[in-house]
């Protein structure tokens, strides 16, 4: 009796991927009387955004690619604090893929490419191989943060969302490689077989505070317009309850580390600065007295959110806690189109 034959999903080129979606929206547009017979180009929609997620995908598929730097974002750490949190990356990255596939698919995978270059990686590369598609970065950095882990889960979400809703079937991702576990470059690998790599869960909360704290110490300027909306659709999730309570305690705790580790000799306003960088607030002052010490932050209107808010403000709470050996108070309060917040701790306490 022969071996029956495994069947494989053809993954597109770049090119053909364009055209299968022109051909696909003339049919649709002809089914629904949008058009009728044969026509040489298809007729450009606007696409109207449904609530805050379509609007985030709509904005990062618009304009040219951007190429950002590499740079490990907050919630990239926040997934990776639990196995449970990867699941969740993965499969809300799924999601999100499917949707931007809806959104720009008549592209072809430049959107794709697009959106994925703003999660820290820098510019990417596609690269079909037969049944298989391989995703990676062009630059390659010998970065100075090892997580000890690929911590991509919710990229390798979003590709295969996106490859699944292309080919209409289900296509499985992984990170085989990862420039914060000691690669040189970020690599996800696609195609129809429910890969699994190794297992490589060796995140501990002990782990997941220290990277975050050496990511704060690395951060040395705010995100850029497309990477501000990148991490703020990858938090949708985390800023819902229950999520938003587990992952404000763990900045609250990373925030009093960054503290001890930076006791010995930084100075306080650098040590804030980078804080601020970190969360993207878009200005942050101090304030002294003989009793008391405050600190100013001046959030931009795209993340004044109140889940963010409390999100970020733990980490300052934490850190200004353990330095001062103080209570601290917070006082907030509108700021024309974003948000302010005010903490203050008593001297010498």
Do not use: W
Not at 125 to 146: E, F, G, Q
């Amino acid at each position: 009796m022969a071996a029956s034959k495994r069947k494989t999903t053809k993954l597109p080129t770049r090119k053909e991927a364009k055209a299968k979606a022109v051909v696909r929206e003339a049919k649709t547009a002809r089914k629904a009387g949008i058009i009728k017979g044969a026509q040489p180009k298809t007729t450009e929609r606007e696409y109207v955004p449904k609530d805050l997620e379509d609007l985030l995908i709509g904005e990062m598929t618009r304009g040219e690619d951007a190429h950002p730097e590499p740079k490990l974002l907050l919630p990239t750490l926040i997934y990776n604090s639990t196995d449970s949190m990867k699941r969740l990356a993965y499969g809300y990255g799924f999601s999100v893929g499917k949707e931007l596939f809806l959104t720009a698919g008549r592209e072809g995978i430049t959107p794709l490419l697009r959106v994925i270059e703003n999660a820290g990686i820098g510019r990417t590369l596609y690269m079909p191989v037969i049944d298989t598609v391989v995703i990676k970065s062009a630059t390659r950095i010998k970065h100075s943060i090892n997580a000890q882990n690929n911590i991509h889960s919710y990229e390798a979400g979003m590709i295969s969302g996106y490859l699944s809703g292309y080919t209409s079937s289900a296509i499985f991702t992984i990170e085989t490689h990862c420039m914060y576990n000691g690669a040189p470059f970020c690599q996800f690998v696609s195609n129809s077989e429910n890969i699994r790599g190794p297992s490589n869960s060796k995140f501990t909360l002990h782990k997941t505070i220290e990277t975050i704290t050496e990511a704060i110490n690395a951060s040395e300027k705010q995100l850029g317009g497309k990477e501000q909306n990148y991490m703020l659709l990858c938090l949708l999730p985390i800023l819902k309850k229950p999520l938003l309570e587990e992952s404000s305690r763990l900045m609250f705790i990373a925030g009093k580390r960054y503290a001890e580790l930076t006791s010995g000799g930084g100075e306080l306003e650098r040590n804030l600065e980078r804080l601020a960088f970190f969360f993207d607030i878009r200005e942050m002052k101090i304030a002294k007295s003989k009793s008391e010490t405050s600190v100013v932050l001046k959030y931009n209107a795209y993340n004044s959110m109140e889940g963010y808010l409390e999100l970020s403000t733990k980490a300052f709470i934490g850190f200004l806690s353990k330095r001062f050996n103080s209570v601290v108070r917070l006082r907030e309060g509108r700021l024309g189109s974003g948000y302010s917040i005010t903490l203050s701790v008593t001297n010498g306490a």
